[in-house]
């Protein structure tokens, strides 16, 4: 396994590279791997003849008040996860490679990243957008790969390659989750064991909803939303961002089920926000 810093170095192994191997496929991470980052790398090394995994935590994408300094970071710990999974190159830039000091130029998706998590994180898509935009030019992958975890961010980017020409392929993977149905992800290692106890209460509210719509064949998008509402704030140490119904595609918020639904969820447990969400398709009877 090869691993760069330098985007110089970088570019002249992958140009080298691009030669011999037919389809480079990419996954972009932030680090700190666990099962969800690590189903993307085995989906991208069965699928493509090169495999590329970035880690770099973006300092365009979080707030001013948000945790990008305390973010978790674990670079030989990842190294020795992805060596397992025979990834060939680990990108792993400072910040100060990919933004100089005059650095001044900024991708923004308007529309669908102004939705759910765009109106509580303030230019954190335009941050995605911009490092990935820079992470295109400078891979050139065929494939990129995201979990629907971040399902919004999904979105956007598939916007951003449809509307910037990108010749990608944007892959999108079920979200993966611990053994009690916390979806996976770097920020739960800031939980409290009592914070984590709780967390698992996103999980079992989108379940719930599930089993409202699919077994019991109720509808009630107002009533569901009141159950979520309910369920989620039972849990002492957990407070609601968003909790949103909408139409998968467009982000739109549903007011009548239509038999493909997108249940969204932002809650702080502690001081950690965590998101979740499922996506509910049932054929509603006329
Ligand atoms: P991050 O390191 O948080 O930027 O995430 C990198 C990629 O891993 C993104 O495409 C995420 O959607 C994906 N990811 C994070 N957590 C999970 C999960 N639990 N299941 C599947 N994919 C995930």
């Given at each position: 396994?090869?691993?760069?810093?330098?985007?110089?170095?970088?570019?002249?192994?992958?140009?080298?590279?691009?030669?011999?191997?037919?389809?480079?496929?990419?996954?972009?991470?932030?680090?700190?791997?666990?099962?969800?980052?690590?189903?993307?790398?085995?989906?991208?090394?069965?699928?493509?003849?090169?495999?590329?995994?970035?880690?770099?935590?973006?300092?365009?994408?979080?707030?001013?008040?948000?945790?990008?300094?305390?973010?978790?970071?674990?670079?030989?710990?990842?190294?020795?996860?992805?060596?397992?999974?025979?990834?060939?190159?680990?990108?792993?830039?400072?910040?100060?490679?990919?933004?100089?000091?005059?650095?001044?130029?900024y991708v923004q998706v308007n529309g669908i990243?102004?939705?759910?998590?765009?109106?509580?994180?303030?230019?954190?898509?335009?941050?995605?957008?911009t490092v990935l935009t820079k992470f295109f030019n400078i891979i050139h992958p065929d494939k990129v790969y995201f979990g629907n975890k971040d399902y919004q961010q999904l979105l956007v980017v598939k916007k951003l390659v449809e509307d910037l020409n990108f010749s990608i392929e944007i892959i999108g993977l079920p979200i993966v989750r611990e053994a009690d149905g916390l979806a996976f992800s770097s920020r739960n290692k800031y939980l409290s064991k009592e914070g984590r106890n709780q967390a698992v209460v996103l999980y079992h509210t989108l379940m719930k909803i599930k089993k409202n719509v699919c077994e019991k064949k109720f509808y009630n998008?107002?009533?569901?939303?009141?159950?979520?509402?309910?369920?989620?704030?039972?849990?002492?140490?957990?407070?609601?961002?968003?909790?949103?119904?909408?139409?998968?595609?467009?982000?739109?918020?549903?007011?009548?089920?239509?038999?493909?639904?997108?249940?969204?969820l932002a809650v702080y447990i502690e001081e950690t926000r965590l998101i979740d969400n499922i996506i509910i398709r049932d054929y509603k009877p006329i």
């Open positions: 396994m090869i691993i760069k810093k330098n985007i110089h170095d970088f570019r002249e192994y992958i140009e080298k590279a691009r030669g011999q191997f037919k389809k480079i496929g990419f996954v972009p991470t932030m680090g700190s791997l666990h099962e969800g980052h690590l189903s993307l790398v085995k989906k991208a090394v069965w699928e493509n003849d090169l495999v590329v995994v970035s880690i770099f935590v973006n300092p365009t994408q979080f707030g001013p008040e948000e945790d990008f300094d305390r973010y978790p970071r674990d670079i030989k710990g990842d190294i020795e996860q992805l060596e397992e999974l025979d990834t060939d190159i680990v990108f792993c830039p400072d910040s100060s490679e990919m933004y100089s000091a005059d650095y001044n130029t990243a102004e939705k759910l998590c765009g109106r509580s994180r303030s230019g954190h898509f335009q941050g995605v957008a998008l107002f009533k569901l939303k009141e159950m979520v509402v309910e369920m989620i704030t039972s849990k002492p140490l957990a407070e609601i961002d968003y909790v949103e119904f909408v139409d998968p595609d467009t982000l739109d918020e549903v007011p009548v089920f239509n038999g493909n639904l997108l249940v969204a």
